[in-house]
């Protein structure tokens, strides 16, 4: 057995301090009373620290190619970096291009991801087109623990339209799924592209004035009131970015919509537009910050805090999406409608939540919006999302008091940059266990490959 002697444990009962006994795979005890280790038992002290189940990023992109470009960060090295931030559990967005099927798309990632990965992968389905042979798939897909779908309101060659959108939740309700929705109006951010390039705004800070808040507003609007004519269907609002988006959501929620669920990112929480100006070395730094949505405004960062704060964000994912800056996004330089879209985050999110919401988030705060909600929603709980006997190994012991430097140079996302360089952070993972298994300690990789598949209920 493992021991992990004297932490403060992040419990569904609250913080407890209590030793946790490792056995296999599965977490065997957390014993206020302490644990007595036997003969064999390795024993870690970890006093001082806090002991969370492993984090869990319920939106990333790895090893993916996005309509522009192959993503940066393959199954194996974004697993390795999100292990060495504490993150244990990723759900990736395998998606069904048009043509591909469901089943299709699914083994794809599969041969992917199988036997790469430092931390355990769970897929959500992306579905492209809505037709019968789709529509027969869902069922399939909830056969092999694909429980959450994603569709686009955004992106031509990923799209659905409004009642292809109401009928897949339809579809969904009957099935208990969610559907995870990127909310932007893909119509008008289409327009504005047009718009912006022809008043010669070529470079990345035209990003931001062709994909507007308005867009995201109307987008959010328009799919809660197709999940309200689908029955209160399941859904989940994936990376909010804005006040007027939000304020879309409360209202859905005043008019007694339940099943609406809102998912935030880091970037949205701590960066806004003014980095569409940074010129950097080569005067294309603005680029490193393309992603959909864009960062808004400082007033829409506030915003978001304040819901982050007054619990009205159920989840913090990342949208991990990497693209290099020289050789990928700079591509772009004609037109910032080519670069491709998304940044990096799987490593930094725990940090970075963790040192921007200090004194105002406790650890069970981060454990809820991080860890416990996702599991929930995503049909991972109570495996995974909860320390207690009985679950799975997955385990960030978290050092509060380390002190240290977020840098591209030291980064293990495969990416020549991270948005969050020179940041200065509190806290990091100590010890980090998948399946039981120790995946990476003090921010380092141990070279396991311990992640495996996680079907989802
Ligand atoms: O720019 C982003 N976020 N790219 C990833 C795909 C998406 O929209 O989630
Ligand atoms: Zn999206
Ligand atoms: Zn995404």
Redesign the pocket.
């Known amino acids: 057995m493992i021991i992990l002697k004297g932490g403060v444990c992040v419990t569904p009962e609250g913080l407890v301090r209590a030793d946790v006994a490792i056995d296999g795979d599965k977490i065997a005890r957390v014993a206020p009373e302490g644990v007595v280790p036997g003969e064999g038992d390795e024993v870690r002290d970890v006093s001082g620290c806090w002991v969370f189940p492993g984090f869990i990023d319920g939106?990333t992109?790895m090893q993916c190619w996005?309509g522009m470009d192959w993503t940066a960060d393959s199954f194996e090295t974004g697993t390795r970096a999100a292990v060495c931030g504490g993150t244990t559990t990723i759900v990736d967005?395998a998606t069904a291009d048009r043509g591909v099927t469901l089943p299709e798309a699914l083994d794809e990632w599969h041969r992917r991801a199988d036997g790469t990965c430092a931390g355990n992968y769970a897929f959500h389905m992306a579905v492209t087109e809505w037709n019968d042979r789709n529509r027969a798939d869902l069922r399939a897909m909830r056969d092999a623990g694909v429980t959450s779908f994603k569709t686009?309101l955004a992106?031509d060659h990923l799209r659905l339209t409004d009642a292809e959108t109401l009928e897949i939740m339809e579809a969904l309700r009957d099935l208990d799924g969610v559907l995870c929705v990127?909310c932007e109006n893909g119509d008008v951010v289409n327009a504005l592209q047009r718009r912006v390039l022809e008043q010669g705004i070529t470079g990345p800070e035209g990003h931001p004035l062709s994909r507007p808040a308005e867009a995201e507003a109307d987008a959010v609007s328009r799919l809660l009131y197709l999940a309200h004519l689908a029955g209160d269907a399941k859904v989940n609002v994936?990376?909010l970015s804005s006040a007027m988006g939000l304020e879309a959501v409360r209202a859905a929620k005043a008019r007694g919509q339940e099943n609406i669920f809102v998912e935030t990112c880091p970037q949205y929480l701590t960066l806004d537009d003014t980095r569409y100006l940074e010129q950097g070395e080569d005067g294309f730094a603005g680029a490193k910050y393309?992603?959909?949505?864009p960062l808004r405004k400082p007033s829409d960062v506030r915003a978001l805090r304040g819901a982050l704060l007054g619990g009205e964000i159920d989840t913090v994912a990342t949208?991990h999406?990497s693209f290099n800056l020289h050789g990928q996004k700079d591509r772009g330089r004609g037109a910032f409608t080519k670069i491709p879209?998304?940044?990096p985050g799987v490593e930094h999110r725990p940090v970075v939540m963790a040192t921007t919401f200090e004194g105002e988030l406790g650890p069970e705060d981060l454990c809820r919006l991080m860890s416990e909600n996702p599991a929930k929603l995503f049909g991972m709980w109570p495996e995974k999302g909860r320390l207690a006997a009985g679950a799975d190994a997955d385990v960030c012991v978290w050092d509060p008091s380390a002190r240290w430097t977020i840098e591209a140079a030291t980064q293990h996302q495969a990416v020549d940059y991270t948005p969050w360089e020179g940041f200065e952070a509190h806290g990091r993972a100590k010890l980090v266990y998948v399946n039981g298994v120790l995946a990476a300690e003090d921010g380092e990789p141990t070279g396991a490959v311990a992640g495996r598949y996680v079907p989802r209920h």
């Open positions: 939106h992109h996005t967005y686009y992106y990127h994936v990376h393309v992603m959909s949505p949208d999406c879209n998304g940044g």
